[in-house]
């Protein structure tokens, strides 16, 4: 087979990787990649969200399948595009992607359908929000009603913070489009998990647990990221919980889809919060997770391509999905400065060093010139270790990247540990 991976971060790299491993594919493209990536890729220069660029480099390279990973492209229905092409792809359509591209809907969603999650309401105009803010008690959750490249999620612990947050969003547009509406709801108390799921819209089937840690400081201080480093298992994630989550949030989430005539064929990311009172929703993704992929992807032992086949064929239930039982944890690299502004261009010295030692190096934001890798992003590097267990993975990957240099690097000390 050929693949065409859609996307340009670490999350990409870590799929390639895993569809690199598989006897089955013959060559792998993506578009646009990274530096990382085109060691073991064919990269198309082609930006994410050009949709038709997609479909012309798919029939150039006769391609037998496009994966299409990111949000923007999901939300503005690439995989609707390129069925009605007559090419075959991986990802949910437009319609079903909306449980990510507008948090509103998500949230109306599972209220409709009972599935637990934070009281919430919605606003489309800022001086209503903020009146209703004046009734809150704090801390509070503003979220930026559309996509915001993980950024538009403010947990403001005082009024002048949400008020602060509210403006950014609705006023300022710092957030472009995604803050035409907002939501404000209830911060909940508790441990966080993530669980990706694959799903044919009739099949849910849950990957191993992960926890994402999205501030960009020890101690989850600072502003929040696009994750700054993930691992598997979530120790959190108990075998009771997870029976709750399925019965409670997971098969009602496929089924009100499927119901609204928003069938979810793809990977159905679930951010949740072990509370007090059992599991809730946080969010909802309709992609695979940055950087949980990084953590779940090298403890997939089933071929995910055939995995890619029984979901694009409805016929899920056949594929029995087979883990190992190591644990992973990935640490990222981030430019100086990042999640706020950021320089770029500088030489990264310790991949080979770190590869030989046995890490998994994932390039989320990397050119390549000459041989050698410069930052080209606010992440740049994920550092993944797996091991028996969750502390020897973590000290791995804290050890993989004391290898790894470039001016300005940022990271966190406590991964795992938080």
């Given at each position: 087979m050929k693949i065409l991976v859609v996307g340009k971060g670490g999350r990409e790299h870590a799929i390639a990787w895993k569809l690199s491993q598989s006897s089955r594919v013959e060559k792998i493209y993506c578009a646009p990649g990274n530096g990382g990536i085109s060691e073991i890729a064919e990269c198309v220069p082609?930006?994410?969200?050009?949709?038709?660029?997609?479909?012309?480099?798919?029939?150039?390279?006769?391609?037998?399948?496009?994966?299409?990973?990111?949000?923007?492209?999901?939300?503005?229905?690439?995989?609707?595009?390129?069925?009605?092409?007559?090419?075959?792809?991986?990802?949910?359509?437009?319609?079903?992607?909306?449980?990510?591209?507008?948090?509103?809907?998500?949230?109306d969603l599972m209220k409709h359908y009972g599935i637990p999650t934070a009281r919430y309401e919605i606003f489309t105009d800022s001086r209503a929000a903020l009146e209703y803010l004046k009734k809150c008690s704090f801390p509070v959750v503003v979220k930026a009603d559309g996509l915001a490249l993980g950024k538009g999620v403010i947990i403001a612990s005082d009024f002048d913070e949400a008020e602060r947050a509210v403006k950014d969003i609705m006023e300022d547009r710092v957030f472009g489009d995604a803050g035409k509406s907002v939501v404000i709801e209830e911060f909940l108390s508790g441990r966080e998990a993530t669980v990706l799921a694959f799903t044919d819209g009739k099949t849910v089937v849950p990957m191993v647990s992960s926890q994402d840690f999205k501030r960009a400081l020890d101690n989850d201080r600072g502003l929040n990221t696009g994750g700054m480093g993930a691992v598997s298992p979530n120790c959190y994630y108990t075998p009771e919980i997870a029976e709750r989550c399925m019965e409670e949030i997971f098969k009602p989430t496929i089924r009100a889809l499927a119901q609204e005539g928003r069938k979810f064929k793809g990977v159905l990311y679930f951010g949740l919060m072990i509370t007090a009172e059992g599991p809730k929703v946080i969010e909802y993704n309709a992609r695979f997770g940055d950087p949980e992929t990084q953590v779940v992807l090298p403890r997939l032992k089933t071929d995910l391509v055939d995995i890619i086949e029984a979901v694009i064929d409805e016929r899920l239930d056949e594929i029995d999905l087979q883990w190992d039982d190591n644990a992973a944890a990935c640490v990222i690299l981030a430019s100086g400065g990042y999640p706020g502004k950021y320089e770029k261009g500088f030489p990264i010295e310790g991949i080979p060093q770190a590869l030989e030692a046995g890490a998994l190096v994932f390039h989320s934001g990397t050119t390549r010139r000459n041989g050698t890798y410069y930052t080209d992003g606010g992440r740049v590097l994920g550092v993944t270790a797996t091991g028996e267990n969750l502390d020897i993975a973590i000290n791995r990957a804290y050890e993989y990247a004391g290898m790894i240099k470039f001016d300005k690097m940022h990271y966190r000390k406590d991964i795992g540990r938080a």
């Open positions: 082609v930006d994410v969200m050009d949709t038709d660029g997609i479909i012309a480099a798919a029939r150039e390279k006769a391609v037998d399948l496009v994966f299409v990973s990111p949000d923007d492209p999901l939300a503005a229905g690439m995989v609707d595009e390129l069925e009605r092409a007559g090419i075959r792809a991986f990802g949910p359509s437009r319609s079903a992607a909306l449980i990510e591209s507008s948090k509103a809907f998500a949230k």
